[in-house]
């Protein structure tokens, strides 16, 4: 069984960085991407980015273009996220995923499909001015 532990999250000011951190363990194909995910208070969790596991392309969603940056390590046991010039809207707890099925853009925008619907317990990241 896979876990997720999600860490690196906490207070920062508006136009700050952070880099978010995820530790995976338990038996994952290689073939899988990972990728990360956000929840703000009252909504709905979204994606935010992700990395193919297919040939490693790395795709955004709209709103952090520019300046999230999603990396994974070559053992492929840890998941990074860098922010930089955070927002207030950034604010949201940031879940991470390694069981990627399918990672891409649509017409609709990011598009991120998982093999289950697992959770680690999420890092909290909270943008003020």
């Known amino acids: 069984q896979v876990q997720l532990v999600e860490s690196g999250g906490g207070p920062v000011r508006s136009g700050g960085s952070l880099t978010l951190s995820c530790s995976v363990s338990?038996?994952?194909?290689?073939?899988?991407?990972a990728g990360w995910y956000r929840q703000a208070p009252g909504k709905e969790r979204e994606a935010v980015s992700c990395?193919?596991?297919?040939?490693?392309?790395?795709y955004y969603r709209e709103s952090v273009k520019g300046r999230f940056t999603i990396s994974r390590n070559n053992a492929r046991n840890t998941v990074y996220l860098q922010m930089s010039d955070l927002k207030l809207e950034d604010t949201a707890i940031y879940y991470c995923?390694?069981?990627?099925?399918?990672?891409?853009?649509?017409?609709?925008?990011?598009?991120?499909?998982?093999?289950?619907?697992?959770w680690g317990q999420g890092t909290q990241v909270s943008v003020s001015l």
């Open positions: 338990g038996d994952i194909p290689d073939y899988y991407g």
């Open positions: 995923a390694s069981d990627l099925t399918h990672c891409r853009y649509s017409d609709f925008g990011l598009l991120l499909g998982r093999a289950s619907s697992s």
């Open positions: 990395i193919s596991g297919s040939d490693g392309g790395t």
